[in-house]
Antibody, heavy 115, light 111 residues
Framework: EVQLVQSGAEVKKPGESLKISCKGS????????IGWVRQMPGKGLEWMGI????????RYSPSFQGQVTISADKSISTAYLQWSSLKASDTAMYYC????????WGQGTLVTVSS | QAVVTQEPSLTVSPGGTVTLTCGSS?????????PYWFQQKPGQAPRTLIY???NKHSWTPARFSGSLLGGKAALTLSGAQPEDEAEYYC???????????FGTGTKVTVL
């Protein structure tokens, strides 16, 4: 059974760093892209970027380029989304999803940034 | 940067048919945009219904179908059920630095 399991909810202060994860199982992790999607409270879905764990080829939406870093560790079938300095506006639900084609989604990680 | 537009809201009667559309600011949507359709209910992760314009996953109810219609991607719901009440998003693939863009979303009410 294909599964994407994301790390738990986080509460952080502005300026702190954060790395959330998405662990794939039940399939060949290096053969599919993993994408990250943001959903701010009460808002729509926003495509952030994507990584191919097989060779770490990574693409970003211009809106998120330089704001976040997407990475993957294929030895443990896990993709990551990280921030070096969080802002209050990063408060959102973040989803990972398997791509090409997009089929399975993680359960989401709620990130709250508040002083 | 492309903007992908959907109807903000649509209402359908139980058992009725409704068509949602997905347009691109760059021009006609084609099969080369590999249109996706997702369903999201409150408090849940999105669920992929349609990929590559019209392909269904094993979990996609038969009452949902995807197509291209008048230069847009379209999702048709035939025989709406109360459980189909949700937000629906399309996703288009673009070449270049921004491979994917989500649509603005359509809230479907079954009433």
């Amino acid at each position: 059974e294909v599964q994407l399991v994301q790390s738990g909810a986080e509460v952080k202060k502005p300026g702190e760093s954060l790395k959330i994860s998405c662990k794939g199982s039940g399939y060949s992790f290096t053969s599919y892209w993993i994408g990250w999607v943001r959903q701010m409270p009460g808002k729509g879905l926003e495509w952030m970027g994507i990584i191919y764990p097989g060779d770490s080829d990574t693409r970003y939406s211009p809106s998120f380029q330089g704001q976040v870093t997407i990475s993957a560790d294929k030895s443990i079938s896990t993709a990551y989304l990280q921030w070096s300095s969080l802002k209050a506006s990063d408060t959102a639900m973040y989803y990972c999803a398997r791509f090409s084609p997009c089929d399975y989604w993680g359960q989401g990680t709620l990130v709250t940034v508040s002083s | 940067q492309a903007v992908v537009t959907q109807e903000p809201s649509l209402t359908v009667s139980p058992g009725g048919t409704v068509t949602l559309t997905c347009g691109s600011s760059t021009g006609a949507v084609t099969s080369g945009h590999y249109p996706y359709w997702f369903q999201q209910k409150p408090g849940q992760a999105p669920r992929t219904l349609i990929y590559d314009t019209s392909n269904k996953h094993s979990w996609t109810p038969a009452r949902f179908s995807g197509s291209l219609l008048g230069g847009k991607a379209a999702l048709t719901l035939s025989g709406a059920q109360p459980e189909d009440e949700a937000e629906y998003y399309c996703l288009l693939s673009y070449s270049g630095a921004r491979p994917y863009v989500f649509g603005t979303g359509t809230k479907v009410t079954v009433l």
